[in-house]
């Protein structure tokens, strides 16, 4: 058979095969699934960290300073995401993508995008000024979380295949790290925000201040959300 028909017969096979679902606590690897219609149910939190005008770096700095500003980012965010218990499940270019599950997820998943932005402006900003001042290195970034249930499933070919999070959790986390705020760089939604414990809502100050604040996202169907200037150091 030739490409076309492989495609077809592919196709055709995904949509009449029966699905084989189960339920899941944990983050699966990638082996645990078949490549056929087979998935794992999970109540997960998604957050997804993006690293603002990427484009803009490589194309004002030599291809070598960008990808150790890049490097760097992504190295620190991966630390702060495994120190809450996160499990880092995909990157995109100059994205990450980490999946919370378990009890209590909400708080650390929001804790941990405040730590990234501790991270940014107290760590990684002063260094590339250390080493490369004047150069306008400087960089800003975002962290969108949300939370539901989450269907994972194996996609691609043998030899060549990942996970696939299909869910409003992945899709509205994406979407939040994409907002552009001058202050405000740690996006939840609503979901998130209520099933937040205190001690990741309201500052360690006496008396406690309110770490975040609601806004309204005109953009996406003026749903309620939470955004946060706060850093939380690490």
């Known amino acids: 058979m030739g490409l076309k028909e492989d495609i077809e017969t592919e196709t055709r096979d995904i949509f009449k095969t029966r699905w084989t679902e189960r339920d899941g606590n944990v983050v699966p690897e990638p082996e645990d699934l078949g490549l056929g219609n087979d998935a794992v149910k999970l109540e997960g939190t998604v957050l997804y960290a993006d690293l603002a005008d990427s484009t803009g770096l490589v194309s004002r700095l030599s291809a070598q300073l960008a990808a150790e500003i ?8 991966c630390r702060v995401i495994r120190s809450n218990g996160g499990t880092i499940t995909a990157f995109d270019g ?24 501790h991270v940014v402006e107290k760590v990684i900003n002063p ?26 499933a194996r996609t691609g070919i043998r030899g060549s295949n990942d996970l696939v999070w299909v869910g409003m959790a992945a899709n509205l986390a994406a979407k939040l790290c994409s907002i552009r705020d001058p202050k405000i760089k740690s996006w939840v939604t609503k979901a998130v925000f209520d099933g ?5 809502k309201l500052s360690s ?13 005109t953009a996406y169907k003026n749903l309620e959300i939470y955004g946060s200037s706060w850093t939380w150091s690490v």
């Open 196 to 200: 937040m414990r205190d001690d990741a």
């Open 205 to 217: 100050d006496n008396p406690p201040r309110p770490m975040w604040e609601k806004r309204t996202w």
């Open 94 to 117: 100059d994205r990450v993508m980490a999946v919370f599950v378990g009890k209590i997820k909400n708080g650390p998943a929001a804790t941990t995008a405040l730590q990234v932005n």
């Open 70 to 77: 890049y490097k760097a980012y992504l190295k620190a965010v």
């Open 127 to 152: 260094l590339i000024e250390e080493h490369y001042p004047n150069k306008g290195c400087k960089i800003t970034q975002a962290v969108g979380v949300d939370t539901s249930t989450l269907y994972v």
